[in-house]
């Protein structure tokens, strides 16, 4: 493998440290640019074990030097700036020192029998990414997000899913016609009707509808649903957070396959 190659950038008006700074901080930025930012160890080895390539590594000046034996060849070029500079790009209260930059994957066409979440305008990007890693973790590998969800390559969705990104085919600003082109029965949560989890016969593959935060699924998608599913809740909260409530529906659905 060739070197990598090595650029020092001591400026804050260089015209790539103002766009890495967009990308960092503005949670839409990704789509004008075409590339997303992950910062931290933790997720730039998540996307190397799942094949990534990142196109522009991007460290802190004192960082460097401690980078280079396990970094080094990791992107095709290590982009380097002062520490200053790092920390007034990042978002992050405790910038971590380094990060990737990746390109932005092609959009997917939705495949219609694939088992899939369908998120319906998920506004917050904790929840957001915590339904991507349990969507991973149980086998649901599409992910549909309708118009009002939040972005799925933003910052925080990106630090929330924790590298579930690059095991899913994600897909967003649907609308809620779009999932007509899915062929496998839509499932959604509802706090007061619907079979119990614990006793429903599950299909698979299928889709799980998880709704917003304070609205639920929306009336258009509900009607499209060949199930409700309540889930039992011994201890009298009436309703769940809708990441956890996601965890459990798909676990559900990944044991009974």
Request: glycine share 8%; aromatic share 6%.
């Amino acid at each position: 493998m060739a070197s990598a190659s090595v650029t020092s950038i001591q400026s804050r008006d260089n015209a790539f440290v103002k766009d890495l700074r967009r990308l960092a901080q503005d949670t839409t930025a990704y789509r004008k640019q075409g590339r997303v930012w992950l910062e931290g160890d933790h997720l730039c080895r998540a996307a190397l074990e799942r094949g990534q390539r990142p196109a522009i590594a991007v460290f802190s000046e004192s960082f460097w030097p401690l980078a280079q034996a396990d970094w080094a060849q990791a992107a095709m070029k290590n982009i380097v700036l002062a520490d200053a500079q790092f920390a007034d790009v990042s978002a992050l209260e405790s910038p971590a020192r380094m990060g990737f930059i990746l390109d932005l994957p092609a959009p997917a066409a939705l495949r219609a029998y694939a088992a899939t979440v369908v998120l319906d305008r998920v506004q917050d990007a904790g929840n957001v990414g915590s339904i991507l890693r349990s969507a991973s973790a149980f086998g649901f590998r599409q992910v549909a997000a309708i118009k009002g969800s939040a972005a799925l390559w933003s910052p925080k969705v990106l630090r929330a899913g924790m590298g579930a990104h690059f095991g899913l085919e994600l897909i967003e600003g649907l609308e809620v016609q779009d999932l007509d082109a899915l062929h496998v029965p839509l499932l959604v949560t509802h706090v007061h009707e619907g079979d119990w989890l614990h006793r429903a016969a599950l299909p698979w593959p299928c889709a799980w509808v998880l709704g917003h935060e304070g609205q639920g699924v929306s009336p258009a998608l509900e009607a499209r649903a060949a199930l409700r599913i309540r889930i039992a809740q011994p201890g009298g909260e009436e309703s769940l957070n809708v990441a956890a409530a996601a965890a459990i529906c798909l676990h559900a659905s990944g044991a009974s396959r």
